[in-house]
């Protein structure tokens, strides 16, 4: 089935540093979206990619939608704290039409 | 606060018992998903409902089932339970059908808090 490559599966960074993540697949997906799941609470969404080659931000986030539609990336820029927990890429496409999940990035930041 | 509401939020139980997790989508989302989330593992889909009619499956086995009731609200049920089921069980909704739906929403879900289940 199909199947998302994360990476890296976790970070450890400094107050103020940036941050990129990525999602890779064999197969092609139509949507990528990217969520972030703090402790006790169920993922929420962050950033959604309609497009090829999509470039949106949400604030300090920026997430792109590869050209080839096998990859997408998310970067955070200057992180904070509150930045903390693990962030999932999701993709849709396919003969089911289901979001297919990262396994995460679990990132930490160190004040 | 999603708008998607679980119960319960823990549940800890034995080996062979058989639990039933409730969901409410938001108001006026007509698909409900079920993910189940373990230790160090992604997402797995489980299973979709559309207005009361299942629409796809994932990795479900055969000890679970669901619903989606007239009410919209819908029941994961979970029997002859074993050590690797515990998990976290995440509901989420929508409100048009990935497939059917142009624009913005394709694909958005909107998850609740989860159920916390531990098997014993």
């Known amino acids: 089935g199909q199947q998302l490559n994360q990476s890296p599966q976790s970070m450890f960074i400094q107050e103020g540093e940036d941050v990129s993540m990525n999602c890779t697949s064999s197969?092609?997906?139509?949507?990528w979206l990217w969520y972030k799941q703090e402790p006790g609470e169920g993922p929420v969404l962050l950033i959604a990619?309609?497009?090829?080659?999509e470039l949106t931000s949400n604030g300090r986030l920026t997430a792109q939608f590869g050209i080839t539609r096998k990859d997408s990336f998310l970067n955070i820029s200057a992180s904070i704290p509150s930045d903390v927990g693990i962030y999932f890429c999701a993709g849709l496409g396919g003969s089911q039409g289901n979001l297919i999940f990262g396994k995460g990035t679990k990132l930490s930041v160190k004040p | 606060d999603s708008g998607v509401t679980q119960t319960p939020k823990h549940l800890i139980t034995a080996t062979g018992q058989r639990v039933t997790l409730r969901c409410s989508p938001r108001s006026g989302d007509l698909s409900v998903y079920w993910y189940q989330q373990s230790l160090d593992q992604g997402l797995q889909f489980l299973i979709q409902?559309?207005?009361?009619?299942?629409?796809a499956k994932g990795n479900i086995l055969e000890r679970f089932s669901a619903q989606q009731f007239p009410d919209l609200h819908s029941e994961l049920n979970l029997s002859s339970l074993e050590l690797g089921d515990s998990a976290l069980y995440f509901c989420a909704s929508s409100h048009p059908p990935p497939l059917l739906a142009g624009g913005g929403l394709v694909g958005e879900l909107f998850f609740g808090e989860g159920s916390r289940l531990t098997v014993l």
């Open positions: 409902y559309y207005n009361g009619e299942e629409r």
């Open positions: 197969s092609i997906f139509n949507t």
């Open positions: 990619l309609y497009k090829a080659g």
